[in-house]
């Protein structure tokens, strides 16, 4: 199975930040890698696609990249909206896994 | 546009089967590969099982091989996820989602809350 690692756990920002959140596969997955936000009590909510596709709908403050095995999520400019949990998932191969979660939180 | 409903919350006994529906609107159910994913209170997603399409066959995660069953009623475009022998660690929210776009998962069902309890 590929194992998806998620970087930092927690992240404490401000309205106004920049901030960047990791995402490690143990093995190659092309750039077959979604990224997901999740609030709570909700499903979770398609943000990115083909690790840099910007979903239709989705801010373009949202954006992806890396390729292979390393992978970003960048929000250039938070919002109040965007605290919230954040999932990557690979869909190279079966099984499909997902990263453990980040979790933005207000600073 | 596709929209997904899933059935309502269950409450059941350990060693019970739930069997959770996922109703298909705005495309037919034969349209759409369909996959479950899961999240126990507090924890990640979890991927359970779902639909691959270049296979034609249905692909269940190991961790719940011969305890999971998913299956569809094109008559009524639902989908169904049955989970048998269940535990208190099953004890979760249980989704439907589909890739309409291609591979990730743009449409997903509003969960089902699954509560395993003596």
């Known amino acids: 199975d590929i194992q998806m690692t998620q970087s930092p756990s927690t992240l404490s920002a401000s309205v106004g930040d920049r901030v960047t959140i990791t995402c490690r596969a143990s093995?190659?997955?092309?750039?077959?890698l979604a990224w997901y936000q999740q609030k709570p009590g909700k499903a979770p909510k398609l943000l990115i696609y083909k690790a840099s596709s910007l979903e239709s709908g989705v801010p373009s403050r949202f954006s992806g990249s890396g390729s292979g095995t390393e992978f970003t999520l960048t929000i250039s400019s938070l919002q109040p909206d965007d605290f919230a949990t954040y999932y990557c998932?690979?869909?190279?191969?079966?099984?499909?896994?997902f990263g453990q979660g980040t979790r933005l939180e207000i600073k | 546009q596709v929209q997904l409903v899933q059935s309502g919350a269950e409450v059941k006994k350990p060693g019970a089967s739930v069997k959770v529906s996922c109703k298909v609107s705005?495309?037919?159910?034969?349209?759409?590969?369909m996959h479950w994913v899961r999240q126990a209170p507090g924890k990640g997603l979890e991927w359970m099982g779902g639909f691959d399409p270049e296979d034609g066959e249905t692909i269940y995660a190991q961790k719940f091989q011969g305890r999971v069953t998913m299956t569809e009623d094109t008559s009524t475009d639902t989908a169904y996820m049955e989970l048998s022998s269940l535990r208190s660690e099953d004890t979760a929210v249980y989704y439907c989602?589909?890739?309409?776009?291609?591979?990730?998962?743009?449409?997903w069902g509003q969960g089902t809350m699954v509560t395993v309890s003596s």
């Open positions: 998932q690979q869909y190279n191969s079966y099984p499909i896994t």
């Open positions: 989602a589909t890739p309409i776009g291609g591979g990730a998962f743009d449409i």
């Open positions: 705005g495309y037919t159910l034969t349209e759409l590969s």
């Open positions: 093995q190659s997955i092309s750039s077959w």
